[in-house]
């Protein structure tokens, strides 16, 4: 991939990581990492380079970060900055002429783009991938969501997993789905992690 810089409200440049598949592209999933790391980080890294791979162009984008020894409960503090740079992705994309843009989002990040699709003000976006999400819907979700969740994720994830169930889209294309094996962070499973969102959106056709 190659870096670009978005502008928001509060920052001239934030980083993000713009990856385009040789042809046509299928359609564009903006990638939103987890607490305390970076676009290319683990997951985040696989799951934009197999996107790529399969045929959309992916633009995985810096959120904020505090201090190496922050804790979660300190990051509510960054949601409005994390809409900020949300919103700034999904207009990138757009200017791109991407005709069907994905949100794709793991852990925290999940929790921001919770926070974000849930404002009045939030821009349309055509599917939200939603993995290791800590806590419920902030509100009931306008796009087609799949919300995954590791075998062995934290208790926390699991039971809010459970919880999210009774507040699904009643879309015909969302979908629960949980990844056998592995963890919340999916290090030995990404390539299944990526799998079953192309699957997901193959059957659905949520992104053509």
């Not at 419920?136 to 999210?164: S, T």
């Not at 290090?187 to 992104?207: H, I, M, P, S």
Request: proline share 6%.
């Amino acid at each position: 991939g190659d870096p670009v810089y978005l502008a928001t409200p509060t920052r001239p440049k934030v980083f993000a990581i713009l990856a385009e598949p040789p042809g046509a592209a299928q359609g564009g999933a903006v990638i939103v990492h987890g607490l305390g790391v970076h676009p290319d980080w683990g997951v985040n890294g696989a799951l934009r380079a197999r996107l790529v791979d399969a045929g959309f162009v992916t633009l995985s984008v810096q959120m904020p970060v505090l201090a190496a020894d922050a804790t979660r409960d300190a990051y509510p503090s960054t949601l409005p900055e994390a809409s900020e740079r949300i919103a700034a992705a999904i207009r990138f994309m757009r200017s791109k002429n991407v005709r069907k843009i994905a949100i794709v989002s793991h852990s925290y990040g999940a929790t921001m783009v919770n926070a974000y699709l849930a404002r009045p003000d939030a821009l349309a976006v055509d599917a939200w991938v939603s993995i290791g999400m800590f806590g419920v819907f902030d509100a009931k979700p306008k796009e087609p969501v799949l919300d995954i969740v590791a075998e062995h994720d934290a208790h926390e994830v699991r039971a809010d997993w459970k919880r999210r169930t009774r507040e699904a889209p009643s879309d015909s294309c969302s979908r629960q789905l949980s990844v056998e094996g592995t963890d919340h962070f999916f290090d030995n499973r990404q390539a299944r992690l990526a799998g079953n969102v192309l699957l997901w959106e193959r059957g659905t056709r949520t992104l053509r």
